[in-house]
Nanobody, 126 residues
């Protein structure tokens, strides 16, 4: 069964940092774009960042540019989301998902992705 498992969430104060991990089970991440999304209570799922299969192309939402960095280690079958300068509005459940190929116009669309993980909660609060 092809699954993605997120980890690394938690409670952090504003201005703090967290690193989320997205690990693959049952398949190798190599060859897939991986995207991070988040969903806050009462809100729609929002695209955060995406990385190409080789890691050479990344996309990020304007709201996280300069604060969040996506990276991947295909040898470890894992994609990371380094989140710095966290704000209360970053509070959400964070999900990762895979896609075969994405473009600058499609990376932020949830319907382009499959094998969603169960999510990891990130809470930014003092």
């Amino acid at each position: 069964q092809m699954q993605l498992v997120e980890s690394g969430g938690g409670l952090v104060q504003p201005g703090g940092s967290l690193r989320l991990s997205c690990a693959a089970s049952g398949f190798t991440l190599d060859g897939y774009y991986i995207g991070w999304f988040r969903q806050a209570p009462g809100k729609e799922r929002e695209a955060v960042s995406c990385i190409s299969s080789g890691g050479g192309t990344t996309y990020s939402a304007d709201s996280v540019k300069g604060r969040f960095t996506i990276s991947r280690d295909n040898a470890k079958n894992t994609v990371y989301l380094q989140m710095n300068s966290l704000k209360p509005e970053d509070t959400a459940v964070y999900y990762c998902a895979r896609a075969r190929y994405l473009y600058s116009t499609t990376w932020s669309r949830p319907d382009q992705y499959a094998s969603w993980g169960q999510g990891t909660q990130v809470t930014v609060s003092s």
